[in-house]
């Protein structure tokens, strides 16, 4: 059973940055494919970014391509989400999820964490 526990939201302003942090616990970290999601107020979650098990393969949704990196740490069992130049659009819940392959289908992702709030000023 996998465990994900985000971290890093937070207030920001308009173009600002933040960096989301997802630890693992319960499995070997290097066997899931990781990916972000968020979920603004009254609309569905949607994909963010997805990383595979090595690290050496990522992809964005269009909208934050250019803007967001994500990265893992296999050694710390870690996967972040670098966010620049922030956008009030960003506003949303964002988490972190766990699958055997790195894809785009929420569906896809057995394990999820909790959550954790990003919040951008105009």
């Known amino acids: 059973q996998v465990q994900l526990v985000e971290s890093g939201g937070g207030l920001v302003q308009n173009g600002g940055s933040l960096r989301l942090s997802c630890a693992a616990s319960?499995?070997?970290?290097?066997?899931?494919?990781m990916a972000w999601f968020r979920q603004a107020p009254g609309k569905e979650r949607e994909f963010v970014a997805r990383?595979?098990?090595?690290?050496?393969?990522?992809d964005y949704d269009d909208s934050v391509k250019g803007r967001f990196t994500v990265s893992r740490d296999n050694a710390k069992n870690t996967v972040y989400l670098q966010m620049n130049s922030l956008k009030p659009e960003d506003t949303a819940v964002y988490y972190c999820?766990?699958?055997?392959?790195?894809?785009?289908?929420?569906?896809?992702?057995?394990?999820w964490g909790q959550g954790t709030q990003v919040t951008v000023s105009s």
């Open positions: 999820a766990a699958g055997r392959t790195a894809t785009v289908s929420l569906p896809e992702y057995p394990y």
């Open positions: 319960g499995v070997p970290f290097s066997t899931y494919a």
């Open positions: 990383i595979s098990r090595s690290g050496s393969f990522t």
